[in-house]
């Protein structure tokens, strides 16, 4: 399948993902409940969109802790929306070796 231009990109660069995300208004974050010692599932969280509710907010220093620990990728498009946003499509995926790399 060829790439389009609302194919998602994969990454494992800390700068990128924080960049990209705090240029949209993100931040950090896991789903609570899901950890008892330890950080649970990672998620970026969007003020103002649902989830909030579910989310506790987190350190980039300990996501991108849990992030390598767990060896994910993070999944992305880089297009605006129809209103001129930037897409804030995003999903945490385990590395393939593919992703643009540090």
Known sequence: MSKTERSGH????????????????????????????EIGVLRIDFPGY???????????DEWFEKFEESELAFLHRDIKGEDGGLDRFNKLVKRTGDEDGE
């Open 10 to 37: 994969t990454t494992t660069n800390h700068e990128f993902i924080k960049q990209w995300v705090t240029e949209r208004g993100g931040h950090p974050a896991c789903v609570r409940g899901t950890g008892e010692e």
């Open 50 to 60: 649902s989830g909030s509710d579910s989310l506790e907010p987190i350190s980039w």
